[in-house]
């Protein structure tokens, strides 16, 4: 069973910066995508970013204020997040992709903009 724990969330004023960190209990390395979404309270779950083999993805709400890196000693992906707005307030969510198309979310983590 794959685990994927998402962490660094938290409360953050306009304009400020995040981190997120999504760690899995597998090889990333075995992956087909990793990638970031999230989910606005009453809304849909939105793709963010995601590293393929062909390098980073990013979704059009936040490209310019975000990059995704990944650490594959310590099978961890990361979202470095700036310049954060009010409507950037989600549960942020880590999904991992096999090359068999099955794939693994974690619970998410909480980050709320302040105005």
């Known amino acids: 069973q794959v685990q994927v724990a998402e962490s660094g969330g938290g409360l953050v004023q306009f304009g400020g910066s995040l981190t997120l960190s999504c760690t899995a209990s597998v090889n990333i390395t075995t992956m087909y995508a990793l990638g970031w979404y999230r989910q606005a309270p009453g809304g849909e779950r939105e793709f963010i970013a995601e590293?393929?083999?062909?390098?980073?993805i990013y979704g059009d709400s936040m490209k310019g204020r975000i990059a995704i890196s990944r650490n594959n000693a310590k099978n961890t992906l990361y979202l470095q997040m700036n310049s954060l707005k009010p409507e950037d307030t989600a549960i942020y969510y880590c999904?991992?992709?096999?090359?068999?198309?099955?794939?693994?979310w974690g619970q998410g983590t909480q980050v709320t903009v302040s105005s």
């Open positions: 999904n991992l992709e096999r090359f068999s198309g099955r794939d693994y």
């Open positions: 590293i393929r083999g062909v390098g980073p």
